[in-house]
């Protein structure tokens, strides 16, 4: 799977609210990151294919670290990835 393009250079700490649903920005071109704001739907990226939001209920309200450099492997979370 082809990951976007960084908004970010860490992760960034959220305060999420239990029941609540969360559109993760997948594509890195959100101008409200780290969620998303439509912006993968157009134009194309370079290869061709859209991207998609990536939706996050939180089971109870506490402070989360999403990805903003959109090359994390657990979805819509960071897992340290800006450091490689």
């Not at 305060?15 to 194309?44: I, M, N």
């Not at 999403?66 to 897992?79: I, S, Y």
Request: aromatic share 12%.
């Amino acid at each position: 799977m082809s990951k976007g393009q960084r908004a970010g250079n860490g992760p960034m700490a959220i305060e999420v609210e239990k029941g609540k649903s969360y559109y993760w920005c997948a594509c890195g071109r959100s101008k409200k990151q780290p969620f998303c704001d439509g912006s993968h739907t157009s134009p194309l990226n370079d290869e061709g294919t859209k991207f998609t939001p990536f939706a996050y209920k939180a089971e109870e309200t506490k402070k989360m670290f999403f990805c903003a450099c959109k090359q994390t492997n657990n979805q819509p979370f960071c897992d340290g990835s800006h450091n490689k």
